[in-house]
């Protein structure tokens, strides 16, 4: 307890209490720049390590597989289309980038399948495909360094949507004993590790559709600080049944019939399924073993708008823009193309497009958008996932994934935002964004390896 103190005698600083601040936030782009100036000099003092992708995974609307994901991407097909599930009559909302012909037992057998839920099932296949690319084995020393951090926002949502018509609708009193390991939102991410033998750190993070950027930036940073040689990283979805949709036709965001993002006649976002998984390993191993660096990941920025829970704040996105190309030592005039979180929402739309245009000045003229949400929808916690995929794309093959739908320009939407038809183009660096309920923002920063 302080001492009293005699009338007019000064209350040292250090037992001040922290007043209020005044005034509004006019420049959050030079107040980022200086704050977090400072944190990247620490590091490159610090010696961190750089980080490479050598692997990628993905199962989506578009593609059980990478390359089919990517030629309809360069293609602009649409992957959305009627959803087909129990009930779809019942609902208002019947589109959505759904895995068409999904079939378990493919992939699967049936011990795994009375595990896995869907959004599980979506993981491993994407894992297998990343991990076989990056041509790792995980034994010994390798599998102790080695980890895995996932994205969901819903996690096993198929097992909650049919145990709920277990017991509330057929009237049943049991359920099966799995019920709880299917549905928990570490479960991808457990089982993935145990598929693997990865010994090291992991586990899974929900912000809503910010999960994926969220769980790739915290693996990032955990191969660069050197607290893991490689992590196996993404997110997935499985929100397309009855109850997922139905709940969000309650936000009244959802459009009846496409997604079209930053066009002047966009009436909502659409839902989509699936998963993205990477490998992202410290760039020495990954050289000395002679492997494939598909891209290398160099910078990544999160933070929280603390200003309402469902309405995006410009003021908040540019801060994590900024931020991003600030811990990759990145120019704004470098960045050739932005992967934008655009989920075809009046609100969203204009205040991302106001964000880059505050974020990069003069530059954001120059700078390729684009919203890959048009044709495989948005995949919730999964979507930043597979939206990597577009910027490994820009950088590997000079091929810019387009914004498609387009219909008319939106004067609040002023920017280059690919319209409709893939662009090729040299790009050396670009940005991912996502931005979620909540007001919890996260972009990654990568260069052309």
């Known amino acids: 307890m302080n001492a009293k103190r005699t009338k007019g005698e000064k209350t040292p600083k250090s037992e001040r209490k922290p007043g209020k601040v005044k005034g509004k936030v006019k420049n959050a782009t030079k107040i980022a720049r200086t ?13 961190m390590r750089r980080v490479a992708i050598t692997g990628m995974g993905t199962v989506n609307a578009l593609g059980r597989d990478v390359p089919s994901t ?12 009627p959803l087909e599930f129990r009930d779809v009559e019942r609902l208002a909302i019947r589109i959505g980038g759904q895995v068409r012909d999904w079939e378990a037992e493919t992939y699967f057998n049936r011990q795994q399948i009375v595990l896995y ?42 097992t909650w949507d049919e145990n709920y018509r277990t017991v509330y609708e057929e009237g049943k009193n049991r359920v099966h004993p799995f019920v709880v390991p299917r549905l928990m939102n570490n479960a991808a991410c457990s089982h993935l590790s145990m598929e ?38 993404g997110g997935s979805e499985a929100m397309l049944c009855f109850g997922g949709v139905k709940a969000w036709e309650g936000l009244r965001v959802m459009s009846k019939d496409a997604c079209r993002p930053f066009s002047a006649t966009r009436n909502g976002m659409v839902q989509g399924e699936g998963a993205g998984v990477f490998v992202f390993e410290d760039w020495e191993h ?12 160099v910078g990544f920025s999160m933070s929280a708008d603390a200003q309402d829970i469902v309405m995006p704040s410009a003021i908040g996105a540019e801060r994590t823009i900024t931020g991003a190309m600030l811990d990759a030592h990145m120019r704004p005039e470098e960045v050739g193309y932005i992967n934008a979180h655009g989920t075809g929402t009046a609100a969203n ?25 048009s044709m495989h929808g948005h995949l919730i916690g999964g979507t930043g996932a597979v939206e990597l995929l577009a910027c490994i794309m820009a950088l590997r093959d000079g091929v810019i994934a387009p914004t498609i739908g387009y219909e008319e320009p939106d004067p609040e939407c002023a920017l280059d935002v690919v319209p409709n038809e893939a662009r090729e183009a040299r790009v050396e ?20 390896a």
């Open 35 to 47: 704050m977090l100036g400072r944190v990247i000099m620490g590091r490159h003092a610090n010696g």
């Open 70 to 81: 990517l030629e309809a991407m360069r293609e602009g097909r649409c992957g959305i289309g």
């Open 117 to 158: 839920d869907k959004f599980t099932q979506f993981t491993l296949l994407a894992a297998r495909e990343a991990v076989a690319q990056s041509g790792l084995v995980f034994e010994g020393e390798l599998g102790l360094r080695s980890g895995v951090v996932l994205g969901t926002a819903a996690g096993g949502m198929n």
């Open 196 to 233: 693997y033998g990865l010994l090291g750190p992991s586990f899974t993070v929900a912000t809503a559709c910010a999960s994926s950027n969220h769980a790739m930036g915290l693996a990032f940073n955990m191969v660069r600080s050197g607290a893991a040689t490689v992590m196996l990283t």
């Open 286 to 297: 990954a050289i000395a073993r002679g492997a494939d660096i598909l891209a290398e990941v």
């Open 349 to 373: 739309d204009k205040t991302e497009c106001a964000a880059v245009a505050h974020a990069f000045g003069h530059h954001a003229d120059r700078l390729m958008i684009s919203s890959t949400k």
């Open 429 to 448: 660096a670009v940005l991912s964004n996502a931005f979620a309920f909540g007001g919890l923002n996260a972009v990654i920063a990568l260069r052309k």
